[in-house]
């Protein structure tokens, strides 16, 4: 009769040999061993489910799927337990973006109660954003010795247009100009995502998101930072 602790060895084999999918890049044999047997000992939702989901994060019509851990061997950078949002209120994201939940959350909150109200009816004709950046391991603004940037934490998306159901698209390159139709429903709707967000940043605030709005879940002493 094999000893209780052979059982568990032969048992631990045949779970690894079974389990497929994705690899961790850059995990060693024991971190992925852990990664697919903890599904099996009823840990957290993160890591048990793999499918698409209309309620990911725990929030109705946020859609995606998470995703394995992001492992960096750049200091600062990685994502402990991402998702991947595809769809954030039944609007489709340009590119698929990865985030922590937190960050999720919160642009499903800025789509319901910031960006929607801001364009009155026209909220309801939005099918689609514009999603230039999201996770990427860098340092802020690309600048050498820089911190890394929250987006190399999945902190952090950039948002550059709103897509409209007949082709229409409202860029904060060319309409957060006062001249155009949709600048006060950008200008409101981005002033209201100080607070959903840690950081919020967009035209004029330090020349280096001239044509997109910056949010982030980073937490910043007192109150949140918001140009």
């Avoid at 039944?90 to 939940?101: F, V």
Wanted: aromatic share 4%; glycine share 12%; charged share 15%.
């Amino acid at each position: 009769m094999l000893k209780p602790i052979a059982v568990s060895l032969v048992a631990l084999t045949v779970l690894t040999a079974c389990s497929g999918g994705p690899r961790v890049p850059g995990a060693d044999g024991v971190g992925r061993l852990i990664g697919r047997v903890v599904p099996f000992m009823g840990d957290s939702p993160t890591q048990v489910s793999r499918g698409a989901s209309g309620n990911l994060c725990g929030v109705a019509g946020l859609e995606g799927m998470p995703i394995e851990p992001i492992i960096s061997s750049t200091s600062g950078c990685g994502v402990a337990a991402p998702v991947q949002v595809t769809h954030v209120d039944g609007i489709k994201l340009s590119q698929p973006a990865t985030l922590d939940c937190q960050t999720a959350t919160a642009l499903h909150k800025w789509v319901t109660q910031a960006m929607r109200p801001a364009l009155g009816r026209t909220g309801d004709r939005v099918v689609g954003l514009r999603v230039p950046a999201h996770y990427v391991c860098r340092t802020r603004n690309h600048r050498p010795g820089a911190p890394v940037s929250e987006h190399g934490k999945g902190r952090a998306i950039d948002i550059s247009a709103i897509l409209l159901d007949d082709g229409e698209a409202i860029t904060v390159n060319d309409d957060w100009s006062r001249l155009s139709r949709h600048s006060r429903a950008l200008r409101q709707m981005h002033a209201n995502a100080c607070g959903i967000f840690g950081t919020t940043l967009g035209p004029g605030s330090d020349g280096m998101h001239e044509n997109h709005f910056h949010y982030d879940t980073a937490q910043h002493r007192g109150a949140p930072y918001c140009r």
